[in-house]
């Protein structure tokens, strides 16, 4: 059995899988209430209470087990806010170490992907993988288990990112991505027009509409459009997506397609891209269970003390 630590961004989780992807135990304790009144998550805060929650978490994670029962150590060593990163590397040194288990460090995109090789339905590579987060927005070419591609990516906003931003403009909180597609859904996405970009290769770029619903929301009784206003904005950011997405499955000649991030628990993408693969909502967003899953793929460090966080993939 692997167990795996998360701490990447805002959400510190651990999770205990089987070697062949059966999920023990995943769990994840948000801190989103703690940086709402921020309106973004705050680096430093987010360390601390990492530090904080990590050993009750990890616990959590081992209730129904046992450290006896675990051969690997797995932990997010990147790319995400370094001091939220260092919290969780260093408790998995610490377990490594103190059990003499091999420690295996796991990229967080990487991660996102090896959701889909998790039970009850794994998904078998070769696939086009549209990879959207808070973080990043990536077209991947998934040839195999342990690697892949970049085909695309966003050369601004992350359309996690564009989501969050536009349900800030609309009132909505923060992390908004989840409450704006609700409202989406009673709202008409063709009230307002706003522009899908369209930049070159297999590229995104969300700065335009979300200038676009900035200006839309100046003019408007925003409490009485606020649907609306919601469903269109989401609309644009979910064309884009799609349409980068169909385009590249077409340029590689991919036979499946695959979602993953916390964007692929997005209602309406879901139901545009009918034929992509997708993990379920819980393992869309922030977790450890897929850091476990994408350890099954990658070497243990040869001198697991020695290991740096990064923040840039
Ligand atoms: O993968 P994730 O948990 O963290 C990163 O690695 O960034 O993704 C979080 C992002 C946030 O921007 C959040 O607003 C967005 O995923 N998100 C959604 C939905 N659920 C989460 N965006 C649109 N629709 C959703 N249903
Ligand atoms: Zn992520």
Redesign the pocket.
């Given at each position: 059995m692997i167990l795996a630590i998360e701490t990447?961004?805002d959400?510190t989780a651990a999770a205990v899988i089987t070697d062949d992807g059966g999920i023990v135990s995943n769990i994840v304790a948000s801190q989103s209430e703690l940086h709402a009144r921020y309106g973004g998550v705050v680096p430093e805060i987010a360390a601390r209470r990492h530090l904080e929650l990590v050993s009750p978490v990890v616990g959590e994670a081992l209730a129904g087990t046992s450290l006896d029962a675990i051969d690997r150590i797995a932990v997010t060593q990147g790319p995400?806010l370094v001091g939220a990163l260092l919290v969780g590397l260093a408790a998995a040194k610490g377990l490594a170490w103190s059990r003499g288990l091999p420690l295996v460090p796991v990229d967080?995109l990487h991660g996102?992907v090896s959701s889909l090789y998790l039970q009850p339905d794994p998904v078998e590579p070769p696939f086009l993988c549209l990879l959207?987060?808070?973080?990043?927005t990536l077209l991947l070419d998934v040839q195999d288990h342990a690697r892949f591609r970049v085909l695309g990516s966003t050369l601004d906003d992350?359309?996690?990112?564009a989501?969050?931003k536009g349900?800030r403009l609309l009132g909505l909180g923060y992390?908004?991505?989840?409450a704006?597609?609700?409202l989406a859904a009673e709202g008409d996405a063709g009230a307002y027009d706003f522009p899908v970009a369209k930049v070159s290769g297999l590229d995104f770029s969300f700065s335009g509409v979300k200038t676009a619903l900035l200006y839309a929301v100046r003019g408007t009784d925003v409490e009485e459009r606020r649907a609306d206003l919601a469903a269109s904005y989401?609309r644009a950011i979910v064309r884009a997506l799609v349409d980068r997405t169909r385009e590249a499955a077409a340029q590689i000649g991919a036979e499946q397609i695959a979602i993953v991030?916390?964007?692929a628990?997005?209602?309406?993408?879901r139901a545009a891209l009918p034929e992509a693969k997708a993990a379920p909502l819980a393992l869309?967003?922030?977790n450890a269970a897929m850091i476990a899953s994408a350890a099954r793929f990658v070497a243990a460090a040869p001198d697991p003390l020695r290991l740096d966080a990064y923040a840039v993939a």
């Open positions: 990447s961004c959400e995400g967080h996102h959207a987060s808070g973080g990043h992350a359309a996690g990112e989501f969050d349900a992390p908004g991505g989840a704006l597609d609700r989401q991030g916390g964007v628990a997005n209602s309406e993408l869309c967003t922030d």
